[in-house]
Structure formats: C-alpha cells, structure tokens
C-alpha cells in the first residue's frame, strides 16, 4: 500500500503549498456539486448535462460517459464525499445487469436511448468500463469485482492482439463486424485503466499489456529527434499510420485530422504511473520529457492554452483550446516533478493551474468550460454542454497523488488512513 501524501512544503513550489491544497479539495467538491444532484437521468443511467447541469436527454446515456462517471464517483466515496458511493452503485448495477450491458452479445451499448442509441462495441467505452469497475472494486462498491472480472474477459475474447501488443477499435452489437479502423486513443484510455485493474487485482499481466501499448504507441518519442513526441492517431487494419485521416473531419471529437497534443500529455503522464507501479523500462522518462516539451514547444499558445491538433510539422490545425489536455498536463507535471525533483515541472504545474483558473474554470458554477478559443473566450464548436467530470476531478488529485500508486489504490489508501484531503 503506497503512502499517505505528503504534507511539506517545497520551497517555491505550487504543488505541495497547503493553500493550494485545500483549494483542490474546495474545488473538487464544487465539481461534485455540480454534477451529483443531476447527472444520473431517471435510473436509465449517467447523463451528459448542458451548461446548467441539467441533462441533455436527447444524448442519451454514453458509455465512455457513464463508466467515467462511476470511476469519479467510487473515487469521491473513498475521499468521504457523502452520497458518492449511491452513485457509484448505480453505474456499477447500470453496467452489470442493467440496460448499458448486452445480455445476449456480452459487452456494454456505446449509448443507450436518446434519439441515436446506439448498439455498437468500441473498445473506447469498453475500457472505461475497466477503468470504473477497478475503482469501484477499490472503493469496496458491490458487485464491481464481478464487474471487472466480465470486463476484463470481455478486452481478453474481442479486442487485444497478443501478436500486436494493442487492440483493435470496435465491432457491431454481435461481434461479427469488425471495423477496419484501428486507433491509439481507445488503447490510451485502455492503459489507463489496465493500471486501475492491475493495482485493483495484482494480475502483473495487466501491468505488462499496459507497457506493451504504451512503447508500440509512444516508444519512438524517446529518440532525440525533432518531432519523435507528434504521436500518430489513426491507423489502418495492418497498423500503418494513416496521417491523413480525416483531413476533412478536423473538428472530430475523437478522431480528428493531425496529432493531438493533450494525448501526448496524457501519455507522459501514464508512463509516468507505469514507471512508479512497478515497470520501469529505460525509454520511459526520456519520452515523457520529449512529449511534455513537444507539447509546449507545438500545442501551448502566447496566450495560454493547447490548441486541440497540429499538422504533422507541428503547425496548429485546431486552434481552439479544450479543457483535457490542460488538466492532463497538470498530472504529468506534477510526476515528472515527484519522478526527476527538476523545479521546471513544479512551475509548469504552477502556470497551467494559474490558465485554469483565469480562464477555464466558470466562475459561475465552478466547472471547467470545454471549449475556448484564441481569446479564451468560451466557445462551442466540438463540445457542447459539460461532458463530465472526469479529466477536471482527477486534475485536483494529481498534487496529493505519490508515484507508486493509481488515483484509486491512493484514494483508498488514504482512507484507511482516516487522512482524506
């Protein structure tokens, strides 16, 4: 069990300042305000809300939403946050025996109701339900072991390539239809969450999947070369990148044209956990530095922000500004801070935090605006609404979180403890 966080002080830093951290704590709860009292819809499952916080009916209840949702809220229960455990029940009953599950097929609806539901299988949705199921089973939510286990057999039957150390994307409700499509944004979200079910299960063999995605995805980025961090998102049935994918499709909400520089973010951060929980190989620092640098040297902008995509040259493509890769960016500073003691990460964190206070956080509700554009002004062009919790909740753990341990494992630990932040 990893240890509780730490409660000094370094000097000149944001990270361990205590009127930093008990401003996290205020701000997660303000989070939570916001989306517990709403966002589970008539008990046909988890809600995508609109700037209010009301649900957005017509969408339906999303898997990739539902399954984070349950994920934040077996987290907020463990930190002591009343009525989280409620909800983390619901997604769990929704996802095992309720209507997000197939019972005849196996597996889990892309969308249930609205007015485009959908039947389909992606790997995207699927593993968020990893993800959720081994925080659930941290934070002791029955059933969610059982969950986990159907979960993890559902990657194990469908989805990995043991020759190819990835997974394919998605088929239809039966399995029988595989798309062509192969992509490294649903294998991501499935590292992610093959960390949670490793430290949820101790099955090395979930640790071992997630290095083999991370270095067949993110490997090359350790090469001192211009450019080795502009991650390749789309490929074709065979794994050859297709760099122009979706040239018309720019403002894709999941498959857009170009390289994203939050996802190389995000990875930084994951090889970063990958490296503390036990599988540390020699490319892994090196890439994590060359993806937080590249993405400062192409993403970040004069006036503060990622752009969403750049071209293959690093130039922006989609200039607005999305709130993920910011609070991303804030978890992997804050690890490489812990990992290298280098004070340029600490006053990384400290900038991005400084951005999403000036500009991405409503004053008004206390949540994160998706979407702002050169002048960070809040604007709607790919998301509407707020689409979850997720990437702005675990942005306000990331500086109480040790490098030995996931954000549930950490969670839980703490609160056996009786320490919660």
Known sequence: ??????????????????????????????????????????????????????????????LWIGARMTHCFAVAHLLGRPGAAEFAKKGVDFYLSGPGRDPEYDGWYATVGGTQPSERKELYGQAHIVLAAASAAQAGIDGAE???????????????LEDVGRCVEAFDRSFTD??????????????????????????RTLLLR????????????????????????????DWEPLPDYNADQPHHPFRPYGSQPGHWLEWAKLLMQIRGVGLSEDWMLPAARNLVDGAMQDGW???????????????????????????EAIGATRLLSLATGEGRYADLYAQLWAYTQAHLIDPGNGTWFPEVDEHNRHVVVTWPGRPDLYHAFQATIYAFLPLDAGIALWARSVSEDGERP
């Not at 002080?9 to 989070?31: S, Y």
């Not at 709403?38 to 609109?50: C, H, N, P, Q």
């Not at 980025?221 to 502009?230: N, T, V």
């Not at 990622?306 to 609070?327: H, I, M």
């Open 301 to 327: 902008q004069p006036s503060g922000g990622f752009v969403y995509t750049v071209d293959w040259d690093g130039t922006p493509v989609v200039k607005e500004r999305f709130w993920w890769p910011v609070a």
């Open 210 to 237: 997630a290095g083999r995605i991370a270095h067949n995805t993110v490997g090359a980025a350790a090469e001192p070369k211009a450019g080795s961090w502009r991650v390749c998102e789309h490929f074709s049935p």
């Open 1 to 62: 069990m990893p240890s509780s966080p730490s409660r000094t002080h370094e000097t000149g830093t944001l990270i361990t300042d205590l009127d930093h951290c008990r401003w996290l704590v205020q701000h997660r709860n303000r989070l939570l305000d916001f989306y517990q009292p709403e966002v589970w819809a008539d008990g046909m499952g988890f809600a995508y809300l609109d700037d209010a916080g009301h649900p957005l009916r017509d969408s339906g209840a999303q």
């Open 178 to 203: 595989l798309d062509l499509y192969r992509g490294q944004n649903a294998n991501m979200h499935l590292t992610e969450a093959y960390l949670a079910a490793f430290e949820a299960t101790g099955d």
């Open 146 to 160: 059982a969950l986990l286990t159907q979960a993890l057999a559902v990657i194990d039957r469908h989805y990995w």
